[in-house]
């Protein structure tokens, strides 16, 4: 378990990006996909908490996501580390945007009641890409440290998609989430001054949405001393404990029952 740097909180190397599971339309994955059904999302959902992956990641954007969490590891709670995103929603094949302070307030109080949970461990800005105008000329960063300071919310940050934005989010993030695999490196030194600022760094797409082979990539990844933690989805449990394996072993961690 890693510290997640200004946060109280410690996780895995490891986490569980939840898209899968709720969405299939207008994605980025090479090979299309048929939703779970929710018996099935229960039992992937609870495989992965009983293996010791305490780290779930998640979006109002990745469609049924939320609800599907809440529904079937909401009595869990107190099991992992929550980390959702606001500014973006998916509906009815869509995607919508909104980073005014109703907004973010709305996608709040929603992800609260779709989670079953009070408590937020991780809250993200989710940009499209435009990161230096969401920071500079909106209410989302103001309006989120609100929420936190009221303690309803853990940790702040950015999910982002350009180096300027991230560099100027360390200023008051609490995590970076960004993208990082050894097709692109570009984040590269954005990770280096998060981890000298003690800014936590969750990497997503560290395969290049599903383009590069698991094993190699993730070893990449989590090479970096600067790498919090790396998310990965998918629907298959037994790819996904492959892959935890690999995870804790790079991290020189032993994983239950593989001794």
């Not at 209410?139 to 982002?160: E, H, N, P, R």
């Not at 037994?238 to 995870?247: E, G, I, K, S």
Request: aromatic residues 6%; proline residues 4%; hydrophobic residues 40%.
């Amino acid at each position: 378990m890693r510290p997640v740097g200004r946060a109280n909180l410690k996780v895995p190397p490891l986490g569980f990006g939840a898209f899968k599971i709720g969405r299939n339309q207008g994605v980025k994955y090479p090979t299309p996909y048929e939703l779970p059904d929710e018996t099935e999302v229960a039992r992937l959902l609870n495989a992965i908490l009983d293996m010791g992956c305490s780290l779930i990641d998640t979006a109002p954007a990745y469609g049924l996501s939320e609800s599907r969490i809440g529904q079937a590891i909401g009595h869990r709670r107190d099991e992992f580390t929550l980390s959702t995103k606001v500014g973006e929603t998916f509906v009815d094949g869509t995607s919508t945007f909104d980073f005014s302070a109703t907004g973010i307030r709305t996608s709040l109080e929603r992800s609260w009641r779709s989670l079953r949970t009070e408590f937020l461990d991780v809250v993200l800005i989710h940009s499209p890409g435009d990161d230096l105008r969401i920071l500079q000329e909106t209410d989302t960063v103001a309006t989120l440290q609100q929420f936190k300071s009221k303690g309803v919310i853990g940790s702040i940050g950015l999910s982002g998609k350009t180096t300027a934005g991230a560099m100027q989010a360390l200023d008051w993030a609490d995590v970076l989430m960004v993208e990082y695999h050894l097709s692109d490196t570009t984040h590269s030194e954005v990770i280096n001054q998060a981890a000298a600022r003690d800014v936590a760094v969750f990497v997503k797409k560290g395969l290049a949405s599903g383009k590069l082979a698991a094993d190699e990539s993730i070893r990449f990844v989590l090479s970096h001393p600067g790498v919090t933690s790396l998310i990965l989805g998918g629907l298959n449990l037994a790819h996904f404990r492959d892959n935890w394996q690999v995870a804790m072993q790079s991290r020189g961690i032993t994983p239950i029952g593989s001794a």
